[in-house]
C-alpha cells in the first residue's frame, strides 16, 4: 500500500508528490513541472535513483514571467486596500 502526500517540488516549489512505498521500503518524490524525481531507500537512507531535472530555457522563462506577475499582483492589490 502506498501512503501520497502533496508537497511543494524542493527544486523548483511546484506542487510535487511524496510517495511512501511500504512494501518496497522505499519513499518515491516527483514533480511533474521540472521532473525532479529522488528515491530514497527507508531503511539506509540511501538514494536509489536520482534524476535532476532539465535546465531547460523555456521553463525557467515561464518560471520568472509567472513570478514577475504575481509579484505585479500583489502591489496592484496592496494599491487598492489603500
Same mark, same amino acid.
Request: proline share 3%; aromatic share 0%; net charge neutral.
Given at each position: $500500500?502506498?501512503?501520497? %502526500? $502533496?508537497? &511543494?517540488?524542493?527544486?523548483? /516549489?511546484? @506542487?510535487? %508528490? &511524496? @510517495? @511512501?512505498?511500504?512494501?518496497? /521500503?522505499?519513499?518515491?518524490? %516527483?514533480c511533474d513541472v521540472c521532473d525532479y524525481l529522488l528515491i530514497l531507500d527507508t531503511q539506509s537512507g540511501q538514494v536509489v535513483e536520482f534524476q535532476p531535472p532539465g535546465n531547460d530555457a523555456e521553463y525557467l522563462h515561464m518560471r520568472r514571467k509567472h513570478l514577475f506577475i504575481k509579484i505585479a499582483d500583489a502591489i496592484a492589490h496592496r494599491e487598492l486596500v489603500r
Open positions: $500500500m502506498a501512503l501520497i %502526500e $502533496m508537497i &511543494r517540488c524542493p527544486n523548483c /516549489g511546484s @506542487h510535487a %508528490e &511524496r @510517495h @511512501h512505498l511500504t512494501l518496497a /521500503g522505499q519513499v518515491k518524490i %516527483e
